[in-house]
T-cell receptor
């Protein structure tokens, strides 16, 4: 079956702009999580959505937000971009039942803020 | 709170030699443990996971890991590496809130 699809793969934005990233989970998965990966901080959890509701949130400022649609696709938005927001943003969809429990990651969106 | 420590930031290894990547975790609840691999400019690919049952877990590409509850470890091993195993490897634990806590990663560099 199709994997987790993240679009776009690469993005260049200017400081102060906003950006929206998209994630389509594996069919049947209702949970979508977002992570930020940087060389300095490693992999950090942003938030998780389950059935259109935010279930968990990491320690990021309010400029980072997300949502999930009824088809489980998720978007994350970063407003008023800062240089430090340059990172690889990874989305993971998860199955929470039985032996198939696990998290499948997309290829990520590489965001560069200039 | 759960946390993960990967004890080596970089592991150089010769082709066809064995490799072990060390991971220690702290958790006060039942643990779900994972190893992921990341190739350059890629996302994370699941190598293997421990949910319950047998403490020796076999994964893809010849990797295996052993869950040791008394030592709170989940070390990853491969008996013979290939050049294509050059990548960064991440150990992760699912915390009580359902999110993954990752270690800092171990860069494996395989040379001929």
């Amino acid at each position: 079956k199709a994997g987790v699809t993240q679009t776009p793969r690469y993005l260049i934005k200017t400081r102060g702009q906003q950006v929206t990233l998209s994630c389509s989970p594996i069919s049947g998965h209702r949970s979508v999580s977002w992570y930020q990966q940087t060389p300095g901080q490693g992999l950090q959890f942003l938030f998780e959505y389950f059935s259109e509701t935010q279930r968990n949130k990491g320690n990021f400022p309010g400029r980072f937000s997300g949502r999930q649609f009824s088809n489980s696709r998720s978007e994350m938005n970063v407003s008023t971009l800062e240089l430090g927001d340059s990172a690889l943003y990874l989305c993971a969809s998860s199955s929470e039942t039985g032996a198939s429990y696990g998290y499948t990651f997309g290829s990520g969106t590489r965001l560069t803020v200039v | 709170a759960q946390s993960v420590t990967q004890l080596d930031s970089q592991v150089p290894v010769f082709e066809e030699a064995p490799v072990e990547l060390r991971c220690n975790y702290s958790s006060s609840v039942s643990v779900y443990l994972f190893w992921y691999v990341q190739y350059p400019n890629q996302g994370l690919q699941l190598l293997l996971k421990y949910l319950s049952g047998s403490t020796l877990v076999k994964g893809i590409n010849g990797f295996e890991a052993e869950f040791n509850k008394s030592q709170t470890s989940f070390h990853l091993r491969k008996p013979s590496v290939h050049i294509s195993d050059t990548a960064e490897y991440f150990c992760a634990v699912r915390d009580s809130w359902g999110k993954l806590q990752f270690g800092a990663g171990t860069q494996v560099v395989v040379t001929p």
